[in-house]
């Protein structure tokens, strides 16, 4: 079939897992690491990179580390989406999440003309390859969580509130407009408050 056959019992796992219930996270991820495969495995996006599996798997171990973020973390936005999109199901919305990640895993490995927007994977790399993160007491930083952890700490003291919110939001994997809804601004507006942001960061490590 080409998804999960109980609409239903999704839902509840989904809404349940928005709440923070870990077991209702891990369900899903078991139900719909086939779907991602699938999906992966079908995008047109993704026949840049080649016939592999290794692209596929890598696609769908991002969604399931998203959907298992502690407190139900990746799951947060669902409720707010499905009142605002009331015709719609879990299983859409999971489809457009599968489809974001997939853009942003192509995105990461085919060259591409720099538009200025900013890519978390490369910022994550310039600042945790910069000495100067020794100063935050990371020598070095071994995992990217750890170099979130202390990025956001030193961003809470160094830019202004809604800059340091937006980077937090954009660090933890949201899009453009996802950003926008939950800064109550629209996508352009949270795309300049994160380069407003990256670009301070930035010149502070000396990136």
């Known amino acids: 079939m080409n998804a999960p056959d109980d609409a239903a019992g999704l839902e509840r796992l989904a809404c349940a897992g928005a709440a923070g ?90 060259p591409r003309r720099d538009d200025g927007t900013p890519s978390v994977k490369r910022f994550l790399n310039e600042l945790s390859s910069s000495r100067a993160l020794e100063e935050l007491g990371v020598r070095p930083p071994y995992t990217a969580a750890q170099t979130v952890r202390e990025i956001l700490s030193f961003a809470k003291e160094a830019l202004p509130e809604e800059q340091a919110r937006a980077l937090g939001l954009w660090l933890e994997g949201l899009g453009f407009p996802e950003i926008g809804r939950e800064l109550s601004l629209d996508a352009p507006g949270a795309t300049n408050l994160v380069r407003a942001a990256v670009a301070t960061l930035r010149r502070r490590f000396g990136v």
């Open 21 to 110: 219930d870990s077991d209702a996270c891990k369900a899903l991820i078991e139900r719909l690491w086939p779907l991602w495969m699938r999906i992966a495995r079908t995008s047109k996006s993704m026949r840049v990179l080649g016939a592999t599996d290794d692209h596929v798997h890598e696609v769908a171990t991002r969604m399931a580390e998203k959907i298992g973020r502690p407190a139900g973390h990746g799951l947060r936005l669902y409720p707010h989406w499905r009142e605002q999109n009331p015709e719609k199901s879990f299983l859409d919305w999971i489809r457009i999440a599968t489809a974001n990640v997939i853009r942003d895993y192509v995105r990461e490995r085919v």
